[in-house]
């Protein structure tokens, strides 16, 4: 077990480091910073001055090197337009984010494990073709034509919740059940498909010879097998919502990562964006990896493979 978790954690490790690279590259490649600070007024030497202080002038590879190892002790340089330490403005911002992704991610799973295992239970009845429906309406959907639509129902006409911010978590209500709504058809599916598999195996029937009530089948055995690759789609569709909600925290007025991000990209403010990119990769990443082990905790075959 010990070596399975070594070797992840390596493997995590140079995940991050190659999109940190990525990230700063491409960053860098985007356009040229000092033009976007200095405006489109100034005069070549004034970009020139810029270009100086920013040290946008030295090889990128020194430049990377030395922001990865500010980025390593929580260093990510200051903002360029909102004039603060980088750092500040993502611990800041980060609490709004994560409670709309752990919410978010509450709201998928009390979608897609009730429909996918009533969809399992009956398949190809009324039920199944039901779930399928909602799994179908939730990915044709666009979030943020979907979030407008529950802030016209839920908070213009019915007033039942708040239409934008953050100061509460009532105000996260709506903005989780957007992005969580969206996230609920790959799962949904995921646990369908594997609770067929799992109540059609030899060891399912085998429980019920023995007289096994079909609740404690259902739910004890082959929820159990079947929720393995659902742990590490959890894991994945957790990352998406960490990255992923930039729409949805703009229409809502959240100021999170993602309301972050979209403002950075727009102002061609690099330090934020790249720090912006290096959290999300991290915390995706690391999430992946609790999933492995969680996974590899589950099923014993997972580590000795």
């Known amino acids: 077990m010990a070596r399975y978790l070594m070797q992840r954690i390596g493997l995590a490790l140079l995940v ?45 590879a020194v430049r990377y090197g030395e922001w990865l190892a500010s980025a390593v002790q929580g260093d990510f340089g200051n903002s360029l337009f909102f004039r603060q330490p980088v750092a500040e403005l993502i611990a800041y911002r980060l609490p709004n984010t994560m409670t709309l992704a752990v919410m978010a991610l509450g709201v998928m799973l009390a979608l897609s494990v009730p429909l996918g295992v009533a969809a399992a239970l009956k398949p190809n009845s009324i039920i199944d073709r039901a779930a399928m ?17 529950l802030i016209v129902v839920f908070s213009l006409t019915l007033g039942i919740a708040p239409p934008s911010g953050s100061a509460t978590l009532g105000h996260f209500v709506l903005p989780a059940i957007a992005l969580g709504y969206y996230s609920t058809p790959p ?20 429980a019920r010879a023995k007289g ?26 957790f990352g998406n919502m960490l990255g992923g909600s930039v729409v949805i925290e ?3 007025g959240i100021q999170g990562l993602g309301f972050l991000a979209w403002e950075s990209i727009s102002r061609m403010d690099l330090p934020v964006v790249q720090a912006v990119l290096l959290i999300v990769a ?21 580590r000795t493979q």
């Open 187 to 206: 799962m949904m599916r995921l646990i369908r498909q594997g609770m067929i598999e799992a109540l059609s195996s030899d060891y399912i029937r085998t």
């Open 250 to 252: 703009t229409v809502f």
């Open 133 to 149: 429906l909602i799994a179908v309406l939730g990915q044709a959907m666009p979030n943020f034509w979907f979030a407008l639509i």
């Open 212 to 237: 096994i009530s079909g609740w404690k089948v259902v739910f004890k055995h082959a929820l159990r097998n079947a929720v393995i690759p659902v742990v590490s789609l959890t894991a994945v569709q």
């Open 16 to 60: 991050c480091v190659a999109v940190s690279l990525l990230a700063f590259t491409l960053l860098n490649a985007s356009g040229d910073v000092a033009i976007a600070v200095a405006g489109e007024e100034a005069t070549a030497a004034q970009i020139e001055a810029i270009r100086e202080d920013l040290g946008l002038n030295r090889p990128l």
């Open 282 to 302: 991290v915390f995706y990443v690391v999430m992946v990896l609790l999933a492995d082990f969680i996974n590899a905790w589950l099923d014993p075959r997972i």
